[in-house]
């Protein structure tokens, strides 16, 4: 069923797959950033309550979902590497895994920029902010671990299981505004439920998540090929590439 | 357009500095991962490259030894 998928676990094809992908990817992110962005920032009305403060959600919402799907990437990538031994699987852990951590380090940032105003605090120990400073240090702990081994080998494989443990976290990041007293307001866009937010908002967030999950696509992609040349290197089709 | 003025979305109704805060972190951020990963990129090639160009000299060398 998956064999056509065979051949992208050689990273000869997968190298010149991404190339194919990247500009693509990384002009459309980039556009898409920019679209919803600037929608966000001027073209929409401003909260009944929190007034132009709520604008920060234009980027807060996407950084903060995609900081999650980026570690069910990494995750996934992981599963693969450690139980079909693929080493391209290994190496897309740790090209996600800085991009990961960017991503949750936005969410916190303009999350507290969010909180001074509305909350009166940058910070407060509160089960969503800190799950997700969580999420921070488990990418910052894939990529020491990874590097904290002297046999690369075995720094792969406990850096590709502490991503798969970390997976716990997502629920609770998903689920802590449920689950615990919190200030954090709850989801504003739900599978199941109208939207809590008014059209002429939505459009531009959704436009703003895009672009996250575009952009995270075409980095994947970018620091992959650097990985795959980095591991290759000795290998004749990297030699003939780049020394040709 | 929600704003009537450019001095009016730079105040943001007040919260200007939380939400340029904000943004700017976030733009501040998204580039510098951006510009890394390609200079990071540029970079390996150009030291691969000149890895195998002073072997390629050295087989050369060799083989005018022989």
Not at chain 1, 108 to 126: E, F, N, Q, R, Y
Request: hydrophobic share 55%; glycine share 6%.
């Amino acid at each position: 069923m998956f064999k056509w998928l065979d051949p992208y676990a050689k990273s000869e094809t997968l190298y010149h797959f991404c190339g194919k992908l990247l500009p693509y990817l990384m002009v459309s992110a980039l556009a898409l950033l920019l679209l919803g962005n600037i929608w966000g920032l001027a073209f929409t009305p401003a909260d009944y309550q929190q007034g132009d403060s709520y604008r920060i959600i234009h980027i807060h919402v996407p950084s903060a979902i995609m900081s999650m799907g980026a570690y069910a990437a990494m995750a996934s990538a992981a599963f693969v590497a450690l139980v079909w031994q693929i080493k391209v699987a290994h190496w897309a852990v740790l090209a996600i895994a800085p991009i990961g951590a960017i991503y949750t380090a936005i969410a916190l940032i303009t999350g507290m920029a969010w909180g001074k105003p509305m909350w009166g605090a940058w910070w407060v120990w509160d089960a969503r902010l800190t799950s997700e400073l969580i999420l921070l240090f488990l990418y910052l702990g894939v990529i020491a671990l990874n590097g904290a081994f002297s046999d690369r080998q075995v720094g792969a494989k406990v850096s590709s299981l502490l991503a798969l443990i970390g997976v716990i976290n997502l629920p609770i990041i998903h689920f802590s505004v449920e689950w615990w007293n919190t200030l954090h307001q709850g989801a504003t866009i739900t599978k199941f439920a109208k939207p809590s937010i008014d059209p002429s908002m939505l459009w531009p967030l959704l436009i703003s998540i895009l672009a996250f999950a575009v952009l995270l696509m075409a980095l994947t992609c970018l620091r992959l090929r650097t990985a795959i040349l980095v591991n290759e290197q000795h290998r004749p089709w990297v030699r003939k590439l780049v020394g040709g | 357009m929600h704003f009537q003025s450019f001095s009016e979305f730079l105040a943001m109704g007040g919260y200007g500095f939380f939400v340029w805060l904000s943004f700017g972190a976030t733009y501040l951020l998204l580039s510098g991962l951006i510009a890394a990963s390609v200079y990071q990129h540029k970079q390996f090639k150009q030291q691969l490259k000149a890895t195998i160009a002073r072997e390629q000299r050295v087989k050369q060398y060799q083989e005018q030894q022989v």
